[in-house]
């Protein structure tokens, strides 16, 4: 089982930064079959979207067109740890940001547009606030 903690939610106005981070944890040494991380995000009344995904096989990232050019995703030396850098924020970005783990298939943009649909490994999410 994958556990994965999210953090660096809060309120920023509109023009603002905020930085979150995805602590992964519980991946089997001897077994590694983790192939995607993405954030993904939760706002009132719509469906969670993928908004950027990385591949952990060959490291290629996958950004949603609303957030392309604004936020920058990243990971750490070792893998478990995962970073979603937010600029120029919009209220639009407001919601709950989850971080998923997909152990079954590959292919960051594929995940991310997807994965949303059946990813079982959750974390509990962190909110975000983009108003004035």
Same mark, same amino acid.
Not at 84 to 95: A, H, Y
């Given at each position: !089982?994958? !556990?994965?903690?999210?953090?660096?939610? %809060?309120?920023?106005?509109?023009?603002?930064?905020?930085?979150?981070?995805?602590?992964?944890?519980?991946?089997?040494?001897?077994?590694?079959?983790?192939?995607?991380?993405?954030?993904?995000?939760?706002?009132?009344?719509?469906?969670?979207?993928?908004?950027?995904?990385?591949?952990?096989?060959?490291?290629?990232?996958? +950004?949603?067109?609303?957030?392309?050019?604004?936020?920058?995703?990243?990971?750490? @030396?070792?893998? @478990?740890?995962?970073?979603?850098?937010? @600029?120029?924020?919009?209220?639009?970005?407001?919601?709950? +940001? +989850?971080?998923?783990?997909?152990?079954?298939?590959? %292919?960051? !943009?594929?995940?991310?547009?997807?994965?949303?649909?059946?990813?079982?490994?959750? %974390? !509990?999410?962190?909110?975000?606030?983009?108003?004035?």
């Amino acid at each position: !089982q994958v !556990q994965l903690v999210e953090s660096g939610g %809060g309120q920023v106005q509109p023009g603002g930064s905020l930085r979150l981070s995805c602590a992964v944890s519980g991946i089997h040494p001897d077994f590694p079959d983790l192939y995607v991380i993405g954030w993904f995000r939760q706002a009132p009344g719509k469906e969670r979207e993928g908004v950027s995904c990385i591949s952990i096989t060959d490291g290629s990232t996958h +950004y949603s067109d609303s957030v392309k050019g604004r936020f920058t995703l990243s990971r750490d @030396n070792s893998a @478990n740890m995962v970073f979603l850098q937010m @600029n120029s924020m919009k209220p639009e970005d407001t919601g709950v +940001y +989850y971080c998923g783990a997909e152990l079954r298939v590959g %292919g960051a !943009q594929y995940v991310c547009t997807y994965g949303h649909r059946w990813i079982e490994d959750w %974390g !509990q999410g962190t909110r975000v606030t983009v108003s004035s």
